[in-house]
């Protein structure tokens, strides 16, 4: 009689610390699955920087690109069109972004295509993924570095 209530207890205590361990492993993966990734402003049609040679005209930029999401004069006209891509790992937490760009397409005078530019951070810079440089002054440069600094704001970790 001893054994038998023994080994019926060694069961059950068995049971319990595999049950226990299957909660636990349930909650895991219920709170890791709680991430959400989103993207705020302009999202970039696959190809469409492609479609878009030098010398293209402005309706064509317009056609394949949209509506940008500012309009600058710089020595011509300047698209920008503005993104950012961040993600929440739970429901409570802030966000962190994981990528934001600025797509600049410079128009001459008479409206056509003088130059596209894919600006982005690479290690704490403004980098242009494009033409592969980091710009370092003039014009350009102090109408972009504003644009981040604005898509920043309210971000706790940066």
């Keep these: 009689m001893i ?3 023994l080994t019926g207890f060694a069961r059950s205590s068995g049971w319990r610390g595999l049950r226990t361990a ?8 219920v709170v890791g699955g709680c991430g959400e990734q989103f993207q705020k402003g302009y ?4 190809g469409a920087l492609e479609q878009i040679p030098i010398g293209a005209s ?13 309009v600058a004069t710089l020595n011509g ?15 409570f ?5 994981t990528d934001q760009r600025v797509i600049a397409v410079y128009f001459d005078k008479n409206r056509q295509v003088r130059r ?31 644009l981040f600094k604005a898509l920043n704001i309210g971000q706790g970790d940066k």
């Design 3 to 5: 054994k038998s209530s």
């Design 77 to 91: 006209e300047v698209f920008y069109y503005i993104s950012q891509r961040a993600e929440r790992r739970l429901a």
């Design 22 to 29: 299957a909660a636990v492993v349930l909650v895991c993966a």
């Design 116 to 146: 596209l530019a894919n600006y982005g951070m690479k290690d704490g810079m403004i980098f242009d993924f494009i033409s592969r440089t980091t710009p370092t002054s003039g014009q350009e440069i102090n109408y972009v570095a504003p």
């Design 58 to 70: 402005q309706d064509q930029v317009l056609i394949v690109m949209g509506t940008p999401s500012t």
């Design 93 to 97: 937490m802030s966000d962190h972004i």
């Design 43 to 46: 999202i970039l049609p696959p």
